[in-house]
């Protein structure tokens, strides 16, 4: 089915060739307005960004006017140092780093193995080992079951492995990858063991090697999913030091919007300043992403694809 | 007797070692594939290890919704209780008005954040240049990919009183609204911002199904006389029912279970009135009033109440459309 996807022609240029003479006016009409409508889309979604970028670089005081919307007014880079020189923030980027690393050798690890063993048509007992991943993805612990076995059974309060471990196993990710590896035929299997290869040898060996695209997804979706996770060590940890840096964020916002602008008036200036270092903060932790983004954009749409087309 | 039989044999099969073992008609018992594929369920031991300890023990671990939990005792509780929590929250007040707000709020994301990818596929697919397109699709999809914390944060900048937003309602002349302080606000902030963030990426499986359409329908179609709208109204939506329908059922799944971390960083007090919803409340009460039993109770209340959503969906489209998950 991969190779189906790859090899479509594409279909809408076809379609369209055929079409470009006989338009109607109406469809001509369409046409324009289709293109613009989407080009406003595009602006609108990426508005938040810019403007963003344009607070963080204005003074508070043209902030607090009310004036800042695309282009940065009374131009600084004061709050990109305060905030760069905070080493709390430091502690944290580097804490995010460090789970998001941790978290993905784990996932991928159950992931992969878990995925080539449930992908093999001779193993028995194969629909239970998936009946058994695919239940949890319609009914589950809840919030609470979950806190005291985290927090009270296994004792992770305080723990990086409250943050890496709990979310190792996505079953979209594990079909994805089980729906790759089907692809792989068992003839392959026999002929490697008459080799000498066992199966150890035959995953490390021959399998992997063969599945650098879909392992190069699967780590982006978890990778991506780490970097961005607060709610996990927003809950079970209290250390400072050991936050990630979205909670670093959080308590920011939270400290500036959430009291702040309930208590209003008196303050002002702080809402402000919270105003400038939160846009900064924001900004260098998703810069990561943005960065990357482009280049990566399309394993995650194959990798979603993949998923749907046998799911 | 035959099982012993056959055990008997596979005994004898093993030991003898060079002789090629026959086809295997005899029937393939757990012994036997054991011995044969041990490393291939030496794979599986971690993964299981993980689902029996963080997917089914929490799941067992449900049961303190009927028993009396004490922090530091048991974690499956320690005497029972009946339905007794699940009566303290019916009949409390503040259940219900969360209750409803999750209603609310999960049925305006569903009529809003449903439609709209399909239609922004059927936009993109009328595109005739693929460079315009794939601008479009890479732009779309950006704010999927950012921290629910900083969605919430973006939120936050563009509803402030000198945020975007009312900017344009003191240029058009009216005064600056503090939104996030407003409960009648909290609904539309909301669903905004799932749109922004989710449309773009939902296009995904639509775009998808709609390269898997047969070209020569739409010849047909143009022959019969068929124009631009009569093709995508009798071709381009049935082409895409079956995705359609797959992700509206998970989508009713989700119903009861609406945005939890985004609802839980954009609430505040002066706006729980229309802003809090189940899992929140139930993330205040059950973890920072510690109230385990009471939480779980309605915890479990509303993954039942989610079960039985995709369940009767599934039935009842299967029935309807003959199209469903499983």
Known sequence: ?311 | MSMTKARVAEVAVGGVEPTPAPPPVRANTWRRALRRDWRLYSFLVAPVLFLLVFRYLPMAGNIIAFRRFRPGSSIFGDEWVGFYYFEAFINNQAFWSVFWNTVILGALTLLICFPLPIVLALMLNELRSRRFKRVVQTISYLPHFLSIVIVAGIVFQLTSLDGTINQIVRAAGGDAIPFMQLPEWFRTVYVSSEVWQTVGWGTILYLAALTTIDEQLYEAARIDGANRWQQTWHITLPGIRPTMVVLLILNIGSFMAVGFEKVLLLQNPLIYSTGDVISTYLYRVGIQSAQFSYGTAIGLFEAVIGLVLVLSANVVSRRLVGASLW
Not at chain 1, 12 to 17: D, H, I, K, N, S
Not at chain 1, 112 to 122: D, E, G, K, L, V
Not at chain 1, 198 to 204: H, L, N, R
Request: net charge positive; proline share 4%; hydrophobic share 50%.
């Open chain 1, 1 to 311: 089915m991969v190779t189906d996807l790859a090899k479509t022609p594409d279909i809408v240029a076809v379609r369209t060739a055929g079409g470009t003479v006989k338009d109607s006016t109406g469809y001509r009409v369409f046409r324009v307005v289709n293109a613009t409508v989407l080009t406003v889309i595009c602006l609108v979604t990426l508005y938040p960004f810019v403007n963003l970028v344009a607070k963080s670089f204005s003074s508070e005081g043209q902030i607090a006017a009310g004036n800042v919307n695309l282009i940065p007014r009374g131009f600084n880079t004061t709050t990109f140092q305060a905030v760069m020189s905070d080493p709390m923030f430091w502690t944290n980027y580097k804490n995010t780093v460090v789970y998001t690393v941790v978290g993905t050798v784990i996932a991928m690890a159950i992931t992969s193995t878990y995925a080539y063993a449930i992908s093999r048509p001779y193993l028995k007992g194969r629909m239970f080992f998936i009946g058994i991943a695919v239940f949890t993805m319609f009914f589950g612990g809840g919030l609470i079951p979950n806190y005291i076995l985290v927090a009270n059974f296994l004792g992770w309060r305080n723990s990086m492995w409250a943050v890496v471990v709990p979310g190792a196993l996505s079953i979209f990710n594990l079909l994805v990858m089980k729906s790759f590896f089907e692809n792989f035929p068992t003839e392959l299997e026999e002929a490697a063991t008459i080799d000498g290869l066992t199966t150890y040898g035959v995953f490390a060996r021959i399998v992997l090697p063969l599945s650098k695209a879909v392992i190069a997804t699967m780590t982006l979706f978890y990778a991506v999913g780490l970097w961005n996770s607060w709610f996990s060590a927003f809950l079970y940890l209290d250390d400072k030091d050991l936050f990630p840096v979205t909670v670093y964020l959080r308590n920011l916002i939270a400290a500036a919007t959430g009291s702040q602008e309930v208590t209003g008036g008196a303050g002002a200036d702080a809402v402000q300043i919270g105003a400038n270092i939160q846009a900064v903060t924001m900004l260098l932790t998703v810069l990561p992403i943005i960065c990357l983004y482009p280049f990566l954009q399309r394993y995650f749409v194959s990798g979603v694809m993949l998923g749907s087309v046998k799911g």
